[in-house]
């Protein structure tokens, strides 16, 4: 508590990290101590970059450190303070300009009385308002403090542009299975963390790894629940199904690498196609909760909008790819809810495989050698000497018919008659049943 009893703040003695109490939780017991214990984030922390610069003291800059939960930014920002310097954390959540106020004036004093730096770390930096970042913007460029913000939101778009140009913006990436693994491992055998206590199975380490889903705090939670679980019985062994017990998620048995990947997605394109909306939700949690990729469920939607649906409801595709946009902007978990929109707008729109069965004829064709030469009237006739050669002579303009359709040939000679389009009666492909009969008759002259 600061003297006036204003404000919260953290501060850090000096150690490089402030170590936990033995009750603390794991995932914060654990939490790296010096740089060479940080796993994952190689682009960032090898020799000379400038993160590494930063924490070893080889220079002075604020920081905008972006990235999905746990991936080490609260960690790389008490590692920035070090040895020497003041660590200050404020949460943008409940703290406003008059807090932020107090801290730069601390950090004025700390300065001009002993040279001390202030490192000012901000949590969810992208949720202050304008106002308050414009109050960080003179004391980030006098380096009154160093700042280091942590948003889980690109800063490009959530960071006003004055403070984005005096810091430096670094992105963080999710952990490798890997990484994963070595976190865990390190957790169960060093006295900090559960000191050997127990052992994991190979097949309960696997699970832990693929529920954190590249999160270093949601694997050792998960970890310590498991443990306490197992302890609590007078065993000494982690296996899947304690890991099931202690995180309720029964989905860990979902494989991103193996049969069940295949069998749920399968099962999920296959409801949505059999118009079952409980059915595909239920395989999007699933898919979802166990970790998987959104991108890739976005990307099989997006085909399913036209192999399945196509034109029979023509903004089944303008959905799928509007989450696609969704899943790449803002990311899980709120992007769980337009995956879940476009998975009901298909799974509920009448179906039709005409798309891909006329492509694919098409296809089957041309590689069958059907590639007959391109009627003369069609070839490209806008360089020199085209003419001569007979091209675009005779081509007829559709728009100066009535109704914009005229009889001419558009196929090559062997394809003249020949159909790859069959709409189906389904939904808004009806009316595209009724009208591709007329625009043959009309196009073939018959």
Not at 26 to 49: I, K, S, Y
Not at 306 to 334: K, N
Request: proline residues 6%; aromatic residues 4%; charged residues 25%.
């Amino acid at each position: 508590m600061d003297p006036d009893g204003l404000f919260d703040i953290e501060e850090a003695p000096p150690a490089p990290v402030r170590q936990a109490g033995a009750s603390s939780p794991l995932a914060a017991r654990m939490r790296p101590r010096t740089l060479d214990e940080v796993v994952g984030q190689p682009h960032l922390l090898r020799a000379g970059a400038p993160l590494r610069r930063l924490v070893e003291g080889g220079t002075a800059a604020s920081v905008l450190l972006y990235g999905p939960p746990g991936t080490g930014k609260t960690t790389i920002a008490q590692l920035v303070a070090g040895e020497g310097r003041h660590f200050v954390a404020l949460s943008a959540l409940s703290s406003g300009v008059k807090d932020l106020r107090a801290v730069i004036d601390d950090a004025r004093r700390r300065r001009d009385r002993s040279g001390q730096v202030t490192v000012l770390f901000i949590d969810e930096v992208h949720r202050f308002s304008k106002t308050q970042q414009d109050a960080l913007l003179g004391a980030v460029e006098d380096r009154v403090v160093l700042l280091v913000g942590a948003t889980t939101e690109n800063p490009s778009f959530s960071v006003v542009s004055a403070l984005l140009s005096r810091s430096l913006v670094l992105q963080l990436q999710p952990l490798g299975d890997d990484d994963v693994r070595t976190l865990l491992r390190r957790a169960v055998s060093e006295e900090r963390g559960l000191n050997g206590a127990v052992q994991v199975a190979p097949d309960a380490e696997d699970a832990l790894v693929r529920l954190a889903a590249g999160d270093a705090r949601r694997a050792l939670t998960a970890l310590e629940a498991a443990a306490d679980g197992v302890t609590g019985t007078g065993d000494t062994t982690i296996d899947v199904a304690a890991v099931e017990r202690a995180v309720t998620e029964v989905a860990v048995r979902y494989d991103r690498q193996g049969d069940q990947h295949y069998d749920v997605i399968s099962a999920f394109i296959k409801s949505i196609r059999g118009s079952d909306p409980d059915a595909a939700l239920h395989y999007l949690a699933r898919m979802l909760v166990a970790g998987e990729d959104p991108r890739f469920v976005a990307r099989r939607l997006m085909v399913h909008a036209s192999e399945d649906i196509g034109l029979a409801d023509p903004t089944a595709l303008l959905a799928a790819t509007s989450a696609a946009q969704v899943v790449q902007l803002v990311g899980m978990p709120e992007c769980r809810l337009a995956l879940a929109q476009a998975t009901l707008h298909l799974a509920t729109a009448p179906k039709s495989n005409a798309v891909i069965t006329a492509i694919d004829a098409a296809m089957s064709d041309v590689r069958g050698g059907a590639v007959g030469s391109v009627p003369p009237h069609l070839r490209d006739g806008h360089y020199a000497g085209a003419k001569q050669l007979g091209n675009a002579i005779g081509y007829r303009y559709p728009h100066d018919a009535p109704g914009a359709v005229l009889a001419q040939q558009y196929p090559p000679d062997d394809l003249v008659g020949r159909d790859y389009y069959t709409p189906t009666t389904h939904g808004a492909e009806r009316t595209l049943a009724e009208r591709v009969p007329k625009l043959r008759r009309a196009v073939r002259g018959d």
